[in-house]
């Protein structure tokens, strides 16, 4: 709740006297503003004649002069109270010097009904508004403290037992939300007005008075009577309540030490209470002056016990109580002036509302019944009676688990779900799942780098083999069941695998020395996933091609057709070594033209600069000549330009024209070996698909050729014998696609035996490409 500034209300209440200094204590009409004429030196007060008279206004809230005792509660006090009614904390203190009327005041005469002050108005008023509002259900608790000598007196202990609680056992405490209490203040409960005078009275009476000089009975102490107001409606069932505190404060009296007369105890006395009042100044000073942000409330246990009050969550009243004699007339101005300060104090009253736990508690679950019940009736009455929505049992979340793993695993379609509580484990299972695969990666890559070499990346590179071939290499890889892994060639593995090395020690001297594992897999795994092998256009601008490191072995026999890129290695040292020679030997005379037409053009550019510089000489000696002639004024003078400088300028114009044609021969040369270049990779490359398709899909009459002719590797293991196969009506084509299956398998393994065998018996050759001139 937010809450608004409010100002401290400051009153004046002025002690009926038949002395009256009316020339000294002023009270305007509007019954606010009260102006002191005063001397200057009160050592003046009796040479009159020789001071001079200053004067200062207060305008505060009201002045209270030969008012009754109703009054000044009905002006002062009433609406403060009702504040505390709803929930609002409230203060009233009196000030003043001794003997000024505080007590009389905040207490009264327990003489007469009629002169009763603040205290038993407000327990009177209190309890009956207490009767009245029925709807809220009140409880009023009751404190009576006192501070002597800077020692807090729990002046209703008493009432507890013992007269008066020890000083150390209390202590002014602060909590957020509870503000400013007196940890060990004894709280008595009060039901009537009675009951409540009572406790006001038995505090009176354990109250610490001292004679002194200036008013017998003046009390040397502070004391602060506490209303604790609790109220909780009676008609709305919330578990919000609201809670108050009274303060009514009777300070000790405000007088200096010089006008006393103190001697001993009354001494002591009496510079504790002007401590503590000069510390309630200095707070107050500090409240107004709006650059301090220390307010320094603890040093004394009265600031610190009215520190909400002074400035915090409370409406606050001030009574300033002086006497209308002029002998106390500096006494009055000092009261006035701490009255005036006060008066700029503000506040910030707010309503003090908490919540109950327990009760909040009991409404939440209360809630939640009804809205259970109202979810069973709507799942009657769409025939879902069984769904619970109690937290699931140890059972039922093991259920959950397993059900998830079977779902992953793809031995469960689907996970059925019948409550929001079903999903959130669910969830919570995969990703438990999840974090189980995150877990056991990260292990694997931290594994040393041999390791992951010789398995890891073994294992990507397999897996990354089989997922760029066709639907049937699936079945190849598989190492049980019907589709069981043939044994296969030794050498054939030995050689795909020394390939393979070569391959990734060719990749890492490209990458440089020590590259890492994880980027090794990586790029293993990417190459063979998306298919792509270094392109032959790359392989033929390549300036060492791999043939010639290659020359002397036996191409590679793998298991399964083996990647475009060792295919195309293995075709250009088989079917394709023809026209591969070619493409190489085109490729070397057009580097031999390009280097030629790179010379020549060097060397027209020779002769041509060489024209120009001629020329540009020939020029500057005819126009030397000409001034020469201008000079003599002569024109036989004239003379030709130099003959040997234009019969070298002849020479290169014809030694420029003579390699220029040169040069354009040459630059067409160029371009046509170009064109043969272009002509013997398209015809490199598309021998190379035509071959690499046609060992992927050999027809099956050729395949079980080829299956005769090798049945040494695999007959016996590969195939089940028919007998063994399961009796079905629909299993023919299964069978038929499985033999399939294996024999292109088998046929793999062979097919480059088989093609070169083949180019020796002449089949399949090229046509012959054109040579270059
Ligand atoms: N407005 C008043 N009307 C009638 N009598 C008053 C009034 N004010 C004070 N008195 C009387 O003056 C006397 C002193 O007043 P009181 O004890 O209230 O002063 P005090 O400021 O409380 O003094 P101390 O600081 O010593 O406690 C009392 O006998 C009281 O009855």
Not at 91 to 105: D, H, I, L, P, R
Not at 550 to 572: I, L, T, V, Y
Request: glycine letters at 6%; aromatic letters at 4%.
């Amino acid at each position: 709740m937010k809450a608004q500034s409010s100002e401290v209300e400051v009153f004046v209440r002025i002690r009926p006297t038949a002395n009256f200094a009316k020339d000294l204590i002023e009270c305007l009409p509007d019954g606010q503003t009260v102006n002191i004429h005063h001397y200057k030196d009160s050592r003046q007060l009796h040479e009159r004649r020789k001071g001079q008279l200053s004067s200062q206004s207060f305008r505060l809230e009201g002045i209270l002069q030969d008012v009754s005792q109703e009054e000044v509660y009905t002006r002062v006090c009433r609406r403060v109270v009702l504040g505390a009614l709803d929930g609002y904390n409230g203060t009233v203190m009196c000030f003043g010097q001794a003997g000024s009327g505080k007590t009389y005041t905040m207490t009264g005469s327990t003489d007469s009904y009629n002169q009763r002050g603040i205290i038993p108005r407000v327990l009177q008023e209190v309890l009956q508004q207490v009767g009245k509002r029925t709807e809220y259900a009140f409880s009023v608790h009751l404190s009576y403290l006192e501070i002597y000598n800077e020692s807090l007196i729990d002046l209703l202990s008493s009432l507890c037992g013992s007269p008066h609680s020890s000083p150390q056992g209390m202590v002014v405490m602060e909590e957020p939300g509870r503000g400013v209490y007196i940890q060990g203040l004894s709280l008595h409960p009060v039901h009537n007005e009675e009951e409540a005078l009572n406790m006001l009275f038995e505090g009176e009476m354990n109250r610490i008075t001292g004679s002194h000089a200036l008013n017998r009975n003046s009390s040397r102490s502070h004391c602060i009577f506490t209303l604790h107001i609790e109220s909780r409606s009676r008609t709305l069932s919330d578990a919000k309540f609201v809670t108050s505190k009274l303060n009514l404060v009777d300070l000790a009296g405000s007088e200096r030490l010089g006008n006393t007369g103190s001697e001993g105890q009354m001494l002591k006395e009496s510079v504790y209470i002007n401590k503590s009042l000069s510390f309630l100044e200095q707070a107050i000073l500090a409240l107004v002056d709006h650059r301090r942000d220390h307010i320094p409330f603890r040093q004394t246990k009265l600031t610190h016990t009215l520190k909400d009050s002074l400035g915090g969550n409370c409406n606050t009243v001030l009574v300033a109580n002086i006497f209308g004699e002029a002998a106390q007339i500096e006494e009055t101005l000092s009261t006035l002036r701490f009255a005036g300060r006060m008066k700029c104090v503000q506040t910030k009253p707010v309503i003090n509302e908490h919540v109950d736990p327990a009760a909040q508690i009991k409404k939440l679950q209360k809630e939640v019944d009804l809205l259970k019940e109202e979810l069973s009736k709507c799942n009657t009455l769409v025939g879902k009676q069984r769904i619970t929505y109690e937290p699931l049992s140890e059972a039922q979340l093991a259920e959950i688990k397993s059900q998830v793993q079977r779902y992953l695993e793809g031995s469960l379609q689907e996970i059925s779900i019948t409550s929001v509580r079903q999903v959130q484990a669910v969830f919570a299972q995969f990703k438990l799942a999840v974090q189980d695969q995150e877990q056991k990666v990260k292990t694997q890559l931290c594994q040393p780098s041999s390791l992951v070499d010789h398995t890891a990346a073994g294992k990507i590179s397999q897996h990354s083999d089989r997922d760029i071939r066709d639907s049937t290499k699936d079945v190849d890889s598989g190492g049980s069941g019907v589709f069981a892994q043939p044994t296969t060639n030794a050498r054939h593995q030995s050689s795909a695998r020394a390939k393979t090395k070569q391959s990734k020690d060719k990749h890492g001297k490209r990458q440089g020395t020590g590259t890492p594992v994880l980027k090794k897999n990586l790029e293993s795994a990417s190459k063979l996933t998306l298919n792509s092998v270094p392109t032959p256009e790359r392989e033929l601008d390549s300036p060492e091609p791999d043939t010639e490191s290659r020359d002397g072995q036996e191409p590679s026999h793998p298991c399964s057709p083996p990647p475009r890129a060792e295919a195309f290695e293995d075709f250009k040292l088989g079917q394709g070594c023809k026209i591969n020679c070619t493409l190489k030997e085109n490729k070397a005379v057009l580097l031999e033209r390009r280097n030629l037409l790179r010379q020549l053009t060097e060397e027209v550019n020779a002769v041509k600069r060489e024209i120009d510089c001629t020329e540009a000489t020939i020029q500057q000696h005819t126009e030397m000549a000409g001034g020469q002639c201008l000079a003599v004024g002569d024109e036989s003078v004239h003379q030709e330009p130099d003959a040997t400088l234009l019969m070298q300028l002849r020479e290169l114009k014809a030694l420029y024209r003579q390699r220029y044609e040169v040069l354009r021969d040459v630059k067409a040369e160029v371009n046509y070996c170009e064109h043969l270049v272009d002509q013997s990779r398209v015809r490199l490359l598309s021998e190379f698909e035509e071959w690499y398709e046609k060992s992927l899909s050999l027809p099956d009459e050729e395949l079980d050729d080829m299956t005769e002719k090798t049945k040494t590797h695999e007959e016996d293991n590969q195939r089940l014998p028919p007998e063994t196969l399961p009796d079905s009506s629909g299993s023919e084509s299964f069978y038929k696609a499985r033999d399939r299956t294996l024999k292109r398998r088998n046929n793999r393994m062979l097919l480059p035996t088989h093609v070169h065998r083949n180019l020796s018996a002449g089949q399949r050759k090229l046509p012959p490409i054109q040579p270059v001139i």
